[in-house]
């Protein structure tokens, strides 16, 4: 249903849209994960709508990834899920360069704090599940000097992700561990294009392996402000080679036609 005002059309909202936000709010609010949305009746009656308006807005929250719905069941309340934020970054920086340095901002503020929290939080486990992604970064280098396949690559960018991710988890903070969870994928593309500005730049993933190796030894050291620091020059960095990756791009002639 809408209404039109001259050259203005207002859509307006459908009943079970308007129940779907409102029940939104409540299970955010109040329901934790694994809790049970009330039956069909008790909701119609809450909302004085129809039996199916419910099951709209029920399907409306399933797509929206917030329940979890089994036939003849009542609809549960799903764990929180990073992949539709994931998508949304995935999609942002293949299809637009300045995404990646909205990513690299986002980085910034969230990877200095974990690494000032990991410092001052991380447990041995902690420290060792961080020492396991730097060592796998290691293991999938293999020797100086001879040319990594495309399967060895993905596999250090793989760990590399996995090392700030546990950064994040040693925070001791679920919503930071919880977001570098959901940026997975989209830091492991960005990381192929950071990868070829680094080249371009005369480093070499050794270095790379060394710039992480401070930021544990930091963290490990119970050090907040020099992990903090160790992150914010490792992540500038990383702003360097995506610039330099991109201006080359932009240098590439283009294909005949």
């Not at 209404?3 to 079970?16: L, S």
């Not at 807005?57 to 990073?82: F, S, T």
């Not at 796998?136 to 280098?141: E, F, H, K, S």
């Amino acid at each position: 249903m809408s209404t039109t005002d001259g050259d203005t059309r207002v859509d307006q909202p459908t009943a079970a849209s308007a129940v779907a936000d409102d029940l939104a709010r409540m299970i955010l609010a109040e329901l934790a994960p694994g809790s049970s949305l009330p039956s069909e009746a008790e909701l119609a009656t809450r909302y004085a709508v129809s039996r199916l308006t419910i099951r709209e807005a029920v399907k409306l929250l399933e797509g929206r990834g917030l329940l979890e719905l089994a036939r003849g069941r009542k609809a549960v309340v799903r764990e929180p899920d990073g992949a539709a934020f994931g998508d949304f970054l995935t999609s942002v920086i293949r299809y637009d360069p300045k995404g990646l340095f909205d990513l690299v901002e986002i980085r910034l503020s969230l990877e200095v704090q974990s690494a000032t929290l990991a410092a001052k939080r991380a447990s041995r486990a902690a420290i060792a599940a961080i020492e396991s992604e730097l060592q796998g970064m290691r293991d999938t280098v293999g020797v100086r000097g001879e040319p990594m396949t495309h399967a060895q690559e993905l596999g250090f960018h793989t760990h590399d992700v996995g090392f700030h991710e546990a950064v994040a988890l040693a925070s001791g903070n679920r919503i930071l561990g919880f977001l570098f969870e959901a940026m997975s994928q989209p830091l492991r593309e960005g990381f192929f294009i950071s990868r070829r500005g680094h080249e371009k730049r005369g480093h070499t993933l050794h270095d790379t392996i060394e710039a992480h190796q401070r930021i544990l030894d930091c963290i490990k050291a119970g050090n907040g402000r020099t992990a903090a620091e160790a992150m914010r020059v490792h992540i500038k960095d990383t702003e360097r080679d995506i610039r330099v990756a991109l201006s080359q791009l932009a240098l590439r002639p283009s294909d005949p036609s």
